[in-house]
């Protein structure tokens, strides 16, 4: 119980943090709107090709704008010592983990919706099938993003080009979500693929429960001085 | 390692790698449809399992670290993952050479073919990572945490792109009925892997005694410093 009054806290402290200062969430909004508009530029997209491109445009929209926030998880800590404050805190090194999971995954799922929103209305993209069953392959697919993303901040945080270091980690890490993600999506825009949209999925869920498990046992390693 | 040891090891290698080039130039028999590009593939493979292999070793070594906090073992780790660079590197080289005339294309975005660029990604920017972090310890702790999640992805990459789309000759060894080498073939086959295995070991210790001794001039360093 006190692990999760835990993890709560140090979520809270980020949500008040981000609500404060908005450096992130409004940095990655506008970063990935700029990518969208880059992207109506470069492509014309007729209905037929929409199939075939929207779903990658959308998932490199997506995690492009994810790595910019991730960027700032951790290297925001180290500003005015409060790295410092959260290691002499009574928490549990995986309890930060999983806290800066969640709090990156509610900030990057918020930039994705409102960057989804711009992409349906630039390109006019129908889906086929549910909306419920996007909604479930952002959550998988963003907590994905997260899974790693949250512990590659946290080393690129304590290197030299801090900027440079996370999308070189981070970019081939998630290559398995980019590929389920948006095979997934063309199967909701109505491609025929061979593999189900269950098939898929399941396999983000695979990515999403080894990651959390590996990070949640790795942690404290990155934290050690 | 002694100097005796190492030489015999270089001995050892030397000899294997003579005999394995003789096996694949000479003593194989030429392959029916593809003709002598496919003798490419004694090496393609022998580099592809070493620098796997490699690879798995650093996976192993940096697991040994961050449990004994031993930075001797994180010596071999980063050596390893270097060698095995090498040797993805030649693996994707030599691919690309036979897929020109075999295929009519230097690169497809196939399963094994783009899983093992990911793995020379991941391990690329593991070695990257190591260049921007001035600490010792903490560039031992960092990267072998990037060790460990790196080779684990290497398996999920392999599935997603699998199901993804697959062009590569299946395995021809064991890979059901119609397959199988000629016994030359095998035989050179098989020669070549414990060869390149004892290529990999001899510049592993290489690597590891000069991994050692940078530590021994910095402690020369910090004693002349103290003077």
């Known amino acids: 119980m006190i692990y999760i009054s835990q993890i709560v806290s140090v979520?809270?402290?980020?949500?008040?943090?981000?609500?404060?200062?908005?450096?992130?969430?409004?940095?990655?909004?506008l970063f990935g709107l700029t990518i969208v508009v880059v992207f109506s530029f470069s492509f014309n997209l007729d209905l037929q090709e929409q199939k075939n491109l929207a779903p990658g445009l959308l998932w490199t929209a997506f995690i492009f704008s994810a790595i910019l926030g991730l960027n700032y998880s951790f290297s925001s800590e180290y500003e005015n010592g409060c790295m410092q404050g959260l290691l002499l805190s009574p928490i549990p090194r995986s309890a930060i983990y999983i806290a800066k999971l969640i709090s990156n995954s509610i900030f990057i799922l918020f930039s994705e919706l409102v960057i989804l929103g711009f992409f349906v209305w630039l390109f006019d993209v129908r889906f086929t099938m549910n909306w419920h069953w996007f909604v479930l392959l952002m959550v998988l697919g963003t907590i994905g993003f997260s899974a790693t993303g949250t512990i590659f901040s946290a080393i690129s945080a304590e290197t030299r080009m801090k900027v440079f270091i996370l999308p070189l980690l981070q970019l081939p890490m998630t290559i398995p979500v980019m590929i389920a993600a948006v095979e997934a999506t063309s199967i909701l825009l109505g491609k025929e693929t061979k593999f189900t949209f269950d098939a898929w999925s399941t396999m983000l869920l695979v990515y999403d429960v080894i990651f959390i498990t590996l990070s949640v046992m790795?942690?404290?390693?990155?934290?050690?001085? | 390692?002694?100097?005796?040891?190492?030489?015999?090891?270089?001995?050892?290698?030397?000899?294997?790698?003579?005999?394995?080039?003789?096996?694949?130039?000479?003593?194989?028999?030429?392959?029916?449809?593809?003709?002598d590009i496919q003798r490419i593939f004694y090496f393609h493979v022998s580099s592809a399992w070493v620098g796997f292999f490699a690879f798995g070793v650093t996976f192993f070594y940096s697991a040994a670290f961050l449990k004994k906090k031993d930075l001797k073992w994180d010596?071999?780790?980063?050596?390893?993952?270097?060698?095995?660079?090498?040797?993805?590197?030649?693996?994707?080289?030599?691919?690309?050479?036979?897929?020109?005339?075999?295929?009519?294309?230097?690169?497809?975005?196939?399963?094994?073919?783009?899983?093992?660029?990911?793995?020379?990604?991941?391990?690329?920017?593991?070695?990257?990572?190591?260049?921007?972090?001035?600490?010792?310890?903490?560039?031992?702790?960092?990267?072998?945490?990037?060790?460990?999640?790196?080779?684990t992805n290497v398996f999920l990459v392999y599935f997603s792109i699998r199901w993804w789309r697959t062009q590569h000759p299946a395995p021809v060894i064991a890979g059901g009925s119609g397959s199988g080498l000629a016994p030359e073939m095998q035989l050179t086959f098989g020669f070549c892997l414990v060869a390149f295995t004892a290529l990999y070991v001899y510049i592993l210790s290489k690597k590891v005694e000069i991994g050692r001794a940078g530590w021994e001039i910095e402690d020369i360093y910090r004693t002349l410093d103290d003077k």
């Open chain 2, 75 to 151: 010596n071999i780790a980063v050596s390893s993952a270097e060698i095995g660079l090498l040797f993805t590197t030649i693996t994707l080289i030599t691919g690309s050479l036979w897929a020109r005339p075999v295929w009519g294309i230097w690169w497809t975005w196939d399963a094994r073919l783009t899983s093992t660029l990911v793995l020379w990604l991941i391990y690329l920017s593991y070695l990257m990572l190591r260049n921007y972090i001035e600490s010792e310890t903490k560039r031992a702790y960092l990267s072998s945490v990037v060790g460990i999640i790196g080779f």
């Open chain 1, 218 to 225: 790795l942690f404290e390693y990155i934290l050690e001085e």
């Open chain 1, 11 to 29: 979520i809270r402290k980020d949500i008040i943090a981000e609500l404060r200062t908005k450096s992130t969430i409004g940095a990655m909004l």
């Open chain 2, 1 to 35: 390692m002694p100097r005796i040891s190492s030489n015999v090891l270089l001995i050892i290698a030397a000899v294997l790698m003579l005999i394995a080039i003789y096996m694949v130039f000479i003593y194989a028999p030429t392959e029916r449809t593809m003709g």
